[in-house]
């Protein structure tokens, strides 16, 4: 049991490229979370899922897109990375709104 | 709207020295509060929670808060720190009814002094 893991954990871009975030989960998690952390900004809610095929906006959802094709897998986009999108990215699950949030390890992104 | 308030960015202390950390949050209806522990370089861990009932919580690694809902604090504590206690903790809050979203307050490192 893997728990819940990012892909990759780090990575720089250039301001303008794409890439993709990989969240994948292994415990039957309905809801999945993506999360940017800042300094002295805590967690913030970009984008979430409540179940195999839906996605719901959060708190900072602009530049962002998501998938969740899989109920095993929540896909994080940025189609056109800009440098305030530097930042630590956290994709969390749970089974259901009774049991609290699993975290995965973060994705460092860099943009330049 | 929720809110969540952690007075302090970072707090210093002695090893073996008793620690609180302090949250303050506001909302017109019922919440749930939380405290997580981030570690360097890993993700959150949930350290303990309050759904309802007693008011005085314990959690994991000797950790334990308490609810107070006239004072709107759920403040963490802990007797005596060790050197592994160091990382930042983080409050947070969310509508007893509806946990789909969760409010983090922006966090307080933890510094064990030797």
């Known amino acids: 049991n893997a728990g819940v893991t990012q892909t990759p954990k780090f990575r720089v871009l250039k301001t303008g490229q794409s890439m993709t975030l990989l969240c994948a989960q292994d415990?039957?998690?309905?809801?999945m979370y993506w999360y940017r952390q800042d300094p002295g900004m805590g967690l913030r809610l970009i984008h979430y899922?409540?179940?195999?095929?839906?996605?719901a906006k959060g708190e900072v959802p602009d530049g962002y897109n998501v998938s969740r094709l899989k109920k095993q897998n929540f896909l994080l986009g940025l189609e056109s990375a800009a440098p305030s999108q530097t930042s630590v990215y956290f994709c969390?699950?749970?089974?259901?709104?009774?049991?609290?949030?699993?975290f995965g390890p973060g994705t460092r992104l860099t943009v330049l | 709207a929720q809110s969540v308030t952690q007075l302090d960015s970072q707090v210093p202390v002695f090893e073996e020295a008793p620690v609180e950390l302090r949250c303050n949050y506001s909302?017109?209806?019922?919440?749930?509060l939380f405290w997580y522990v981030q570690y360097p370089n890993q993700g959150l861990q949930l350290l303990l929670k309050?759904?309802?009932?007693?008011?005085l919580v314990k959690g994991i690694n000797g950790f334990e808060a308490e609810f107070n809902k006239s004072q709107t604090s759920f403040h963490l504590r802990k007797p005596s720190v060790h050197i592994s206690d160091t990382a930042e903790y983080f409050c947070?809050?969310?509508?007893?009814?509806?946990?789909?979203?969760?409010?983090f307050g922006k966090g307080t490192r933890l510094h064990i002094l030797p």
């Open positions: 415990m039957n998690h309905e809801y």
């Open positions: 909302s017109s209806v019922s919440v749930y």
């Open positions: 969390a699950s749970r089974i259901n709104v009774a049991e609290p949030r699993f």
């Open positions: 947070a809050v969310s509508v007893a009814s509806r946990d789909d979203k969760i409010i």
């Open positions: 309050y759904l309802s009932g007693s008011t």
């Open positions: 899922s409540v179940g195999e095929g839906t996605t």
